[in-house]
């Protein structure tokens, strides 16, 4: 599918899979599509930054290739590395055949054969249904060594193997990289790259995101849903929940078939909207109770 002509097209192709994003959103998206820039989004956890490469993917129909970052990722994890047991294997086999040619060996073992291709490299590689979309995920988590890789691969769109040479994409890869910010990245990095801070939604865009992904979800259960959790982000709690979270809660709810929030079901249910006990425990009993009071008080109409 060709890519979104438009600021509109990008907002209204991505609703199409479910994923509701503001105009400051879809015109970074839109440029990133446009210019072959990467795009580099922050935020915090669960506000929505890898849904927004699965849903180009998905609306594009092109293939998703992801790199989960972590602590001590590096170049044979995410570019690529040699399949030492089949060139043993390999090895092995032609001295019991006697007489290899030294030379001859060499160059079979470092060919395409034994190359074992990580999502870096696979993303250089041409796709008959067009660029894949390359989504580097929580890229904070790696060690800043790690950003240098990255460098040669987004400046040029080629990744080197010193066994092969130089291997460049035909067409660049459509580019996204998320950090939650728990350290800062290397601006030599950021610079090849648009950049876009995804934050909470407000409360009609929150509403409209739960529509879309709970849609089974009563108007009125929606409405006190966002408006609790909308609530609860301004206490002061270790972990806010993301929008990940209130649809998560939202179909747990819907799973008991909750019609209407009560603290009872609150306190029940609190595993599926915040993840710390401290938190947790900071939002039993009386605590609920008034936050659900102020949240309901706020979309009751007057």
């Known amino acids: ?11 209204s192709t991505l609703a199409d899979t479910g994923y509701v994003c503001g105009r400051p959103l879809a015109t970074v998206v839109f440029l990133s599509l446009k210019l072959g820039r990467p795009l580099f989004l922050e935020g915090e956890a669960g506000v929505g930054k890898t849904e927004i490469a699965k849903a180009l993917a998905k609306s594009l129909g092109r293939k998703l290739i992801r790199l989960q970052c972590y602590e001590g990722l590096d170049a044979s994890s995410a570019v690529y590395e040699w399949n030492f047991p089949a060139q043993m294997i390999a090895i092995r086999t032609a001295e019991a055949a006697g007489g290899a040619d030294r030379d001859a060996l060499q160059k079979e073992l470092f060919s395409p054969d034994f190359l074992v291709e990580r999502p870096l490299l696979e993303a250089m590689r ?7 979309v390359l989504l580097i995920d929580e890229l904070d988590r790696t060690d800043e060594p790690f950003e240098a890789v990255l460098l040669e ?7 080197t193997i010193p066994e092969m040479g130089t291997i460049t994409a035909p067409e660049p890869p459509i580019v996204i990289l998320t950090s939650n910010r728990t350290r800062e990245v290397h601006d030599a990095l950021k610079r090849r790259c648009l ?3 995804v934050d909470y939604p407000d409360f009609d865009r929150e509403l409209e995101i739960l529509h879309a992904r709970a849609p089974e979800a009563s108007a009125r259960l929606s409405r006190e849903i ?6 609860l982000r ?9 929008v990940a979270e209130t649809i998560d809660w939202a179909k747990c709810l819907l799973a008991l078939d909750v ?16 993840k710390y006990q401290d938190d947790i ?7 609920a109770k008034r936050l659900l009071d102020e949240a309901k008080a706020s979309v009751e109409p007057a």
């Open 226 to 231: 966002v408006a609790f959790v909308q609530r």
């Open 234 to 242: 301004t206490e002061d709690i270790f972990k806010k929940p993301g």
């Open 126 to 132: 041409p796709d008959a249904a067009g660029p894949p």
């Open 1 to 11: 599918m060709q890519t979104p002509q438009s600021i509109d097209a990008v907002q």
């Open 259 to 274: 019609i209407d929030l009560s603290p009872e079901v609150i306190s029940d249910t609190l595993g599926a909207i915040l």
């Open 153 to 159: 691969a987004l400046s040029d769109f080629q990744v």
């Open 195 to 197: 950049y876009h801070w």
């Open 281 to 287: 425990q900071q939002l039993q009993g009386s605590e």
